[in-house]
């Protein structure tokens, strides 16, 4: 009994750990290709141009969404700061949908794991996702809950003192706050942000000029850094649970949860159910591809396994930020709203697949146990070229290559200038990105007086040629 539940576990562990190495390359470049749309494309704030539920304002807020970070906590919360500026339920909702389920990152994986009939339906569904909702909204949006919540937001913020991030549209913190040359307070969400935001301020040119210039790799480098540590706890704790659900889930349960058969009800249950699943799931963002692999595998219908995949904006952490943002009021509409348009997308998508009978065959295919993960094909070699671009990416912004600033926090290595706090130990002046770090410095100054403050060598005078 012991020896067959380790064996169980480290099979579990070799399906996971396989699945990641086999989406690697996938997660890897479609972050690496966010971070870049991110930084070069220029994004007004969308508040201004989403404040009308019309189909022009619609169509902004997808393309917004989807040249957005694929974090479902990120969406939400940005999604946020969009609702209280003025954007329109509609269009704030589907910048959601649109930075949640039309990403680069979330495409690849899906056609390396489920395969190309999935990635179609992902993304076509994508779009009707939005279509769909956008008309339930206008049919049953209650607007006076809405516009109450929305100076309610705008209110207690006023009230506790909150700002905005204005690289990211999210919470500022005071530790991370800076001050303009035009002495205005400026409040960030985190020190990549706000480095991010000192990056725009000391650069200047057109993208093919930055993508010349250590400075022009080094926001790329800061923003992957970014995206990664958004998502690497979902990636991870999807991988290996999915390997744990392959093995250790009896095919009886798939098949008491989800009916089986073929005919329009069993198509509706499924869809329904496959929602349900992700609710209580707690995987978000792309790390619930992995576990739609299982419940493909564990012989869940087509309409079943996409729906699970459209719904990582109402697993009950997310749910609970809807509460602590709107109340449990707009909470509920949203989760009502999302639910029904999830399920029936899904439904909607097995109907026209198996009209275009294009939807996949597992008969003859092999399951995850008969695979063989690790072997010298095109995954390996892939994967080798993604783990050197991820790591040149972190070595130019670990070694601050083109960061702006002449100066080195001694706490935290970021590259700072003169504007920032600073003090003065041992004869000696430092100079901090933050008051965390300062604070930091002042408790275990002998820890951090060993570093040099003043960059040398390429760094900031690098930077300053290139431009």
């Not at 539920?53 to 479902?72: E, H, I, R, V």
């Not at 995949?309 to 930020?321: E, G, K, M, S």
């Not at 939807?359 to 050197?388: D, K, M, R, V």
Request: overall charge negative; aromatic content about 12%; glycine content about 12%.
């Amino acid at each position: 009994m012991q020896a067959a539940l380790v064996e169980g576990i480290l099979e579990s562990l070799r399906i996971g750990i396989g699945f990641l190495w086999t989406a690697a390359w996938a997660i890897i470049m479609g972050l690496a290709i966010t971070s870049l749309v991110q930084v070069y494309v220029s994004k007004e704030r969308m508040a201004n141009v989403l404040g009308e539920g019309n189909l022009s304002g619609l169509t902004k807020a997808t393309l917004f969404g989807a040249a957005s970070s694929g974090c479902s906590f990120g969406a939400v919360a940005i999604g946020k700061g969009l609702f209280k500026k003025g954007a329109h339920t509609v269009n704030f909702l589907a910048f959601m949908f649109a930075s949640t389920n039309l990403i680069v990152e979330l495409g690849l994986m899906i056609l390396i794991l489920l395969g190309w009939e999935f990635l179609v339906a992902e993304l076509l569904g994508g779009v009707i996702l939005i279509a769909v909702m956008a008309l339930l909204v206008h049919l049953t949006l209650p607007e006076n809950l809405f516009e109450q919540v929305r100076q309610e937001l705008n209110q207690h913020d006023h009230e506790q003192g909150t700002t905005e991030d204005p690289t990211c549209g999210m919470e500022g913190k005071d530790e991370y706050s800076l001050v303009t040359d035009g002495s205005e307070t400026l409040k960030f969400c985190s020190k990549g942000c706000m480095e991010t935001y000192q990056q725009e301020a000391a650069s200047s040119g057109g993208w093919q000029n930055e993508l010349l210039s250590w400075g022009g790799w080094y926001k790329i480098g800061n923003q992957y850094r970014k995206e990664w540590s958004m998502i690497w706890t979902d990636v991870i704790a999807g991988f290996l649970i999915s390997g744990f659900v392959i093995v250790f889930v009896p095919q009886r349960v798939w098949n008491t949860l989800f009916l089986q058969g073929d005919g329009l009800l069993v198509s509706a249950e499924n869809a329904i159910m496959g929602v349900t699943i992700a609710v209580i799931s707690f995987v978000g963002s792309i790390g619930n591809v992995p576990f739609a692999v299982a419940l493909w595998g564990g012989g869940v219908s087509f309409a079943g396994v996409i729906a699970f995949v459209y719904a990582d904006l109402i697993t009950i952490p997310v749910l609970n930020v809807y509460r602590k943002y709107y109340g449990w009021k707009v909470m509920l509409y949203i989760l009502g709203v999302f639910f029904v348009t999830m399920a029936f997308t899904g439904f909607l998508m097995e109907q026209l697949f198996a009209a275009l009978d294009i939807i996949p065959n597992l008969a003859g295919g092999q399951t995850a146990s008969e695979q063989t993960y690790f072997e010298l094909n095109y995954t390996f070699y892939l994967n080798i070229i993604a783990f050197a671009l991820s790591g040149f990416l972190l070595y130019v912004y670990r070694r601050g290559l083109g960061a702006p600033g002449q100066y080195r926090d001694p706490v935290c290595g970021m590259r700072t200038d003169d504007s920032g706090p600073s003090l003065t130990h041992d004869g000696e002046t430092y100079y901090f990105c933050s008051n965390r770090c300062k604070q930091s410095f002042e408790k275990h100054p002998s820890k951090f007086a060993h570093q040099h403050p003043q960059v040398s060598g390429t760094g900031a005078s690098q930077n300053h040629e290139d431009h």
